[in-house]
């Protein structure tokens, strides 16, 4: 049962919400038009880091390249909270409101999550909700959550622009989340039937490798005396489908890969050859294995062919763990502002096939999860598009701000609950240093 003190607070960030409605969608739009790859996201920060300083808040930039991040102080201390939104688009060129130049687009709905996070800071900015808060609330903008265009991160890392990969996991190491306890986004979906938003269930840890087969040039007509380097990248590729039937179901693994540089020229044996692999699973525990028979099928490709390989394993996310007392605040507030039959709940370990970065952050701190049914489509496909953005954006925010505030009203004694019963598996400190040993680089050549 809601206070009664809860529920007016709950009223006031509603009203502002649907003061804001057309202003929150205009910003999701506005930033579908200008989608950016990851860590390149500068118009799209530029654009939120203004819209957030027209809400009075002052903002660090440049977190991360492109991340930033906003912190609204309540009357009292206490747990501080994320509300997070991520920056990036994806390469679909073929998608209608694909960058004509770049081939970025927003097929998955990132823009949203921004309009969603922006009604979350107008809501809660109003003076009469901060001084009903006994803790913080901070609104973070992640870069680079599409696990993607690795050969320019590993640039970035060589530079020493960076360290990890991805947005989250980099802000984890640079202590972007030092002062946060707990941490919430909502993502779009499409294809969950009526129902509104669903929460609960994790996601795929995964692992990717960047894999050089080194051959010999000769000329096409005269291939006795080159070694094929795509034919070796293509041998392995082979050598991976045949251990598709060894993959357990229950680990829900995942193995897919492209040739990101499949050779120099038509009339010459290809000599070097860039294939970029992924291989998910739903733990660590279970990816290794899986990961470790995939290396073999590489180093079988070049073995065959008489060539060498290089392969690189790159750290890539952890596992979703949602945390239930936060997600039993969301489905409350679902049902009282959206509605008894506006939520669906999935089983906390019903595993879906992708990954995110918000894996990592659960490593380390409750967070929750949920997905706003509100697109059509094939996620990351040329279709996926938000058909509607009160669902995509504005509910998401009623339901964000009034969870906020159910954890940080009342001294904040749901923020403090969840905070006791919340076992994170491992420190910052102890995430990083995981990570670090996640990457390394393995020569095979023939003997």
Not at 12 to 28: C, G, Q
Not at 381 to 406: C, E, N, Q, S
Not at 426 to 443: C, H, I, N, P, W
């Amino acid at each position: 049962m809601k206070s009664s003190d809860t529920s007016q607070t709950r009223a006031v960030a509603l009203r502002a919400i649907d003061s804001a409605t057309r202003d929150l969608i205009t910003d999701a739009k506005t930033v579908y038009s200008i989608p950016e790859l990851g860590f390149n996201e500068r118009k799209t920060a530029a654009y939120v880091q203004q819209r957030l300083q027209s809400l009075g808040f002052v903002v660090e930039t440049g977190i991360a390249i492109t991340g930033m991040k906003a912190v609204l102080q309540g009357a009292k201390p206490g747990p501080t909270i994320a509300v997070i939104a991520e920056l990036d688009g994806l390469m679909v060129p073929t998608h209608p409101g694909a960058d004509t130049e770049t081939g970025a687009a927003h097929a998955c709905g990132h823009h949203a999550q921004i309009g969603s996070m922006l009604g979350v800071a107008t809501a809660l900015s109003a003076p009469e909700l901060r001084n009903a808060l006994a803790g913080n609330v901070v609104f973070i903008l992640t870069p680079a959550e599409e696990f993607i265009d690795i050969q320019n991160r590993l640039a970035l890392k060589a530079s020493g622009d960076l360290e990890f990969l991805s947005g989250k996991q980099e802000m984890i190491r640079l202590g972007t989340f030092d002062d946060v306890d707990m941490a919430m986004m909502v993502h779009t979906s499409a294809g969950n039937g009526s129902v509104l938003l669903s929460v609960g269930g994790t996601s795929n840890a995964h692992v990717s490798h960047q894999v050089k087969y080194i051959g010999r040039s000769a000329h096409a007509a005269a291939t006795n005396y080159g070694i094929n380097a795509l034919q070796a990248s293509m041998l392995a590729n082979t050598a991976i489908n045949t251990q598709r039937e060894t993959f357990k179901e229950s680990d829900v693994v995942r193995v897919h890969g492209i040739i990101s540089n499949g050779g120099a020229s038509v009339n010459a044996v290809p000599a070097e050859v860039i294939y970029e692999g992924r291989v998910r699973a739903k733990s660590l525990e279970a990816l290794e294995p899986i990961a470790e028979k995939i290396i073999r099928c590489y180093r079988a490709g070049a073995l065959a062919m008489g060539a060498s390989v290089e392969i690189q394993s790159i750290a890539g996310y952890h596992g979703l763990i949602q945390d239930p007392t936060m997600q039993k605040l969301f489905i409350e507030n679902a049902e009282l502002i959206l509605g008894r039959d506006s939520i669906s709940v999935v089983g906390s370990t019903q595993t879906h096939g992708g990954s995110t970065d918000m894996g990592d952050l659960s490593t380390i701190m409750p967070v929750i999860h949920p997905y706003a049914n509100s697109a059509s489509g094939v996620g990351h496909g040329h279709d996926y598009l938000i058909d509607d953005y009160d669902r995509a954006v504005v509910a998401p925010a009623k339901v964000m701000a009034a969870t906020v505030l159910d954890l940080l009203a009342n001294d904040a004694q749901g923020a403090r609950e969840a905070l006791a019963k919340s076992r994170p598996i491992m420190t910052a400190e102890q995430y990083v240093s995981v990570q670090r040993g996640r990457f390394k680089t393995d020569l095979f050549e023939p003997s």
